[in-house]
């Protein structure tokens, strides 16, 4: 399965500034996800990142405030714009799709982000 | 949409075996997975199961019903280590996104 590098690790950023997470995996995969995790909750998916058009966006998400980026099938950034501390959370991007059989999927995450935002 | 039901919690003996179920209604059904996911960690795939029955991977295995739209995950000879949330996870029919479940916070007690 993928292994995916994910950057930073955590940060504590200022109300009203960007921060620009990025995921690198080590191969090729056919998905990106961006996903968003509160203290003690499970996963909220964020968006879909397409390689070469725009992302695609869960309810509740825009573009405006997540900006995500995926230039080829390897590299993806999502960007948490004019923050304030309801930003604040952990935020993970998930790789991977079909093996070579096209039977099974394999999906995992980057090491995660923790951003606090004071 | 997609709903997905899990136990909040559990606990269970170090040794023993610990079932934890899944309930999903989906719209469209294209596979279930298995996460573990310790605390302050991201989700660690377990499995895969997108055809009825049991799918086994050393002291973990998964089972699907798919007309029943119920999953389990079974861990054997618990560990202390195996203390973790395990989430359980839908991908909808033409879809490759995940829907989670709010996970299952299992302990592992002496």
């Known amino acids: 399965s993928a292994v995916i590098s994910q950057k930073p690790s955590r940060d504590i950023c200022q109300r009203g500034t960007s921060l620009t997470i990025q995921c690198q995996v080590d191969?090729?995969?056919?998905?990106m996800f961006w996903y968003r995790q509160q203290p003690g909750q499970s996963l909220t998916l964020i968006a879909t990142?397409?390689?070469?058009?725009?992302?695609?966006?869960e309810s509740g998400f825009v573009i405006d405030k997540f900006p995500i980026s995926r230039p080829n099938l390897t590299f993806s950034t999502l960007t948490v714009s004019n923050m304030s501390p309801e930003d604040s959370s952990i935020y993970l991007c998930?790789?991977?799709?079909?093996?070579?059989?096209?039977?099974?999927?394999?999906?995992?995450f980057g090491s995660g982000t923790r951003l606090t935002v004071v | 949409g997609q709903n997905i039901d899990q136990p909040t919690e559990m606990t269970a003996t170090e040794g023993a075996i610990v079932q934890i179920n899944c309930t999903y209604q989906?719209?469209?059904?294209?596979?279930l997975f298995w996460y573990q996911q310790h605390a302050g960690e991201a989700p660690t795939f377990l499995s895969y199961?997108?055809?009825?029955g049991l799918e086994e991977k050393g002291r973990f295995s998964s089972f699907l019903s798919r007309s029943k739209g119920y999953s389990y995950l079974l861990l054997k000879e618990l560990q202390m280590k195996d203390s973790a949330s395990y989430l359980c996870?839908?991908?909808?029919?033409?879809?490759?996104?995940?829907?989670f479940g709010k996970g299952t916070k299992l302990s592992v007690i002496p």
């Open positions: 998930s790789a991977g799709g079909s093996d070579s059989s096209s039977t099974t999927y394999g999906y995992t």
């Open positions: 191969s090729q995969v056919t998905m």
């Open positions: 990142a397409n390689q070469g058009s725009e992302a695609t966006y």
């Open positions: 989906t719209s469209g059904f294209n596979g």
């Open positions: 199961n997108v055809l009825d």
């Open positions: 996870a839908v991908s909808g029919a033409g879809s490759y996104q995940l829907t």
